[in-house]
């Protein structure tokens, strides 16, 4: 199946500084990118959506100054969480879907786990 | 999307079948019926889909009633390695556009 990988697998940061994941798909184009952040015994909440060449959508709630999304090509989107504080420390995972691939078939990343001190 | 309701847990014996149910009432015509499982501390993983015909594929089988408002994921032989919370979700298809809505999902227990 198509992979799709992050980095850094876990991260571990100080307050106010800021941290960025990158997810990227390896054997397919993704035109969209979605990021998602789970906390403890939760379940997966979307965060936004992101799109190649533009800007993302953001789900209602999530800062978009806070959580800074690039989509620069068709293999990588990056979330950058900037100023962090101890109440972002959570499991952030993204996912892609292949263009053209199987209708509404998302694969994920192995997800980054961010603990801010 | 339509609203989808899992049991919260389930044991299962090594080597036995797993059956794990949804129910999706509200499932409109062209909504499919996909499946998703996460394993502790890892991303979700894609396992099935349908939208009214059983499927299977070599992870499992999907089995969709009739009437569409129910349906059962089937790990034929489960081992250990498939203790995970798994997910059903119901959507349209979109293309790809759409990021996928999760619920609380069945936490899958695989007893030795």
């Known amino acids: 199946g198509a992979v799709v990988s992050q980095h850094p697998s876990r991260v571990i940061c100080k307050s106010g500084t800021s941290v960025k994941i990158e997810c990227r798909s390896l054997?397919?184009?993704?035109?969209?990118m979605f990021w998602y952040r789970q906390f403890p015994k939760q379940s997966l909440m979307l965060m936004a959506t992101?799109?190649?060449?533009?800007?993302?959508?953001?789900e209602q709630g999530v800062e978009k100054d806070k959580f800074l999304i690039n989509h620069a090509s068709l293999t990588l989107s990056t979330l950058t969480v900037t100023s962090a504080h101890p109440e972002d420390s959570s499991f952030y995972i993204c996912?892609?879907?292949?263009?053209?691939?199987?209708?509404?078939?998302?694969?994920f990343g192995e997800g980054s786990r961010l603990t801010v001190l | 999307d339509a609203k989808t309701t899992q049991p919260p847990s389930m044991d299962c014996a090594e080597g036995r079948a797993a059956n794990l149910p949804c129910n999706h009432s509200t499932i409109s015509g062209n909504e499919y019926v996909y499946w998703y499982r996460q394993i502790h501390s890892q991303g979700p993983q894609y396992i099935i889909h349908g939208l009214k015909n059983n499927e299977t594929n070599e992870m499992a089988s999907l089995i969709i009633t009739e009437d569409r408002k129910s349906s059962t994921l089937i790990l034929p032989h489960a081992t250990l390695r498939d203790t995970a919370v798994y997910y059903c979700i119901v959507r349209f298809p979109g293309g790809g556009a759409d990021g996928l809505t999760f619920g609380k999902g069945t936490h899958l227990i695989i007893q030795p």
């Open positions: 054997d397919f184009q993704a035109t969209t």
């Open positions: 992101s799109n190649e060449g533009s800007k993302a959508t953001y």
């Open positions: 996912s892609a879907s292949p263009r053209g691939g199987v209708a509404g078939e998302l694969f």
